[in-house]
């Protein structure tokens, strides 16, 4: 099995090729025990509500090269939708459209795609509709939608979807501040989440970043049940649009990038007199079995910010589009270093 070293070089780059188009915002998936990779839809390099796609990138390890799955149902592309494989599907929901003038719209679509046939169906919507949310899995069946900008605002929902009934449910949750552009995972039947964006104080921003991490570990027996407690802050700053995922594995939830400040799908602070930073060059991990934060690089290989999600592959962890340097919309799909 091939591993990426703890600091990526750009020649350790060339192994993996480039998506067929540069996208943030875009959902992520693997299947076949992560030796298919999946990016859908998303927001391409012009920002504008024109530029958002409903497009599928699929890449086989066995053959490393892109090629077009069939496109997402639907009149228009989703920004910010959540996606996850089991059961050799993937299991894509969420998001929102842009109109012409540039609003948006979050939506409770939830679309199953069947690689194998091309083919998509539509699962039962989601009973309170998010974007920016996070996405897990628990025994290839029970499917975790956490947080994330509801119509009204930002929601500390967590719902599940059973994939094998089509219904959902509403489990316990998370008792800290409502919170959207969250990241987090699913490991070891244990969510870990951390940051994003939350209202700000009255008169100030519309959003600030929050720097509250929570663990929820998942009842056995009933997988709506969820005992939460309160993480100590991980390494670094608080940050929004952190790439993040859990790895059954390695028994880890992994993060990287982001930027401190909240902003939009066009990379626009929301609150008026800051700029974006630029995406945080830091990767670092829960550990599920040590109970503790690890720090597994401070000089991350081409920093990503708004990349829906990681991967995890036998060639090791990636990150699929995003915004990279200058908050420029990437078609780089980028390993992650290992500790």
């Known amino acids: 099995?091939?591993?990426?070293?703890?600091?990526?070089?750009?020649?350790?780059?060339?192994?993996?090729?480039?998506?067929?188009?540069?996208?943030?915002?875009?959902?992520?998936?693997?299947?076949?025990?992560?030796?298919?990779?999946?990016?859908?839809?998303?927001?391409?390099?012009?920002r504008k509500w024109n530029d958002v796609t409903n497009k599928v990138y699929i890449m086989s390890l066995s053959h490393p090269k892109w090629r077009e799955g069939r496109t997402v149902p639907g009149v228009a592309g989703r920004v910010n939708a959540a996606a996850i494989g089991a059961k050799s599907l993937v299991i894509l929901m969420g998001g929102f459209v842009v109109d012409n003038q540039g609003a948006e719209l979050t939506l409770p679509d939830v679309n199953v795609y069947e690689g194998s046939a091309r083919r998509w169906s539509r699962g039962k919507d989601i009973p309170v509709?998010?974007?920016?949310?996070?996405?897990?899995?628990?025994?290839?069946?029970?499917?975790?939608?956490?947080?994330?900008?509801?119509?009204?605002?930002?929601?500390?929902?967590?719902?599940?979807?059973?994939?094998?009934?089509?219904?959902?449910?509403?489990?316990?949750?998370?008792?800290?501040?409502?919170?959207?552009?969250?990241?987090?995972?699913?490991?070891?039947?244990?969510?870990?989440i951390v940051d994003g964006a939350k209202p700000g104080p009255a008169g100030g921003p519309k959003f600030v970043a929050s720097d509250e991490c929570w663990q929820g570990k998942i009842d056995k027996k009933d997988p709506t049940k969820i005992e939460w407690s309160k993480l100590p802050p991980h390494p670094g700053t608080a940050r929004f649009g952190i790439a993040g995922g859990g790895n059954n594995r390695d028994h880890k939830i992994l993060f990287s990038g982001g930027t401190p400040t909240p902003h939009d799908y066009k990379g626009v602070a929301y609150n008026e007199d800051e700029q974006p930073a630029e995406a945080s060059p830091l990767t670092f991990a829960y550990d599920l079995h040590h109970h503790q934060w690890e720090r597994v690089s401070e000089k991350t290989f081409d920093p990503r910010a708004d990349g829906r999600g990681?991967?995890?592959t036998p060639i090791g962890s990636l990150?699929?589009?995003?915004?990279?340097?200058?908050?420029?919309?990437?078609?780089?799909?980028?390993?992650?270093?290992?500790?």
């Open 319 to 339: 990150v699929l589009g995003g915004m990279a340097s200058d908050l420029t919309v990437t078609d780089h799909a980028t390993l992650l270093p290992q500790k």
């Open 310 to 312: 990681i991967v995890f």
């Open 1 to 46: 099995m091939l591993c990426a070293a703890t600091l990526l070089s750009a020649d350790d780059q060339k192994k993996i090729p480039t998506m067929p188009a540069a996208v943030s915002g875009n959902a992520v998936a693997v299947l076949e025990n992560g030796l298919e990779i999946v990016s859908l839809m998303g927001i391409g390099p012009k």
């Open 129 to 192: 509709a998010v974007d920016s949310a996070v996405a897990g899995v628990i025994r290839n069946r029970f499917v975790y939608l956490i947080g994330g900008r509801s119509r009204t605002g930002p929601v500390n929902n967590v719902q599940v979807y059973d994939l094998e009934k089509d219904t959902w449910s509403q489990a316990t949750p998370f008792p800290g501040t409502p919170i959207f552009g969250l990241s987090g995972g699913v490991a070891d039947e244990t969510i870990v």
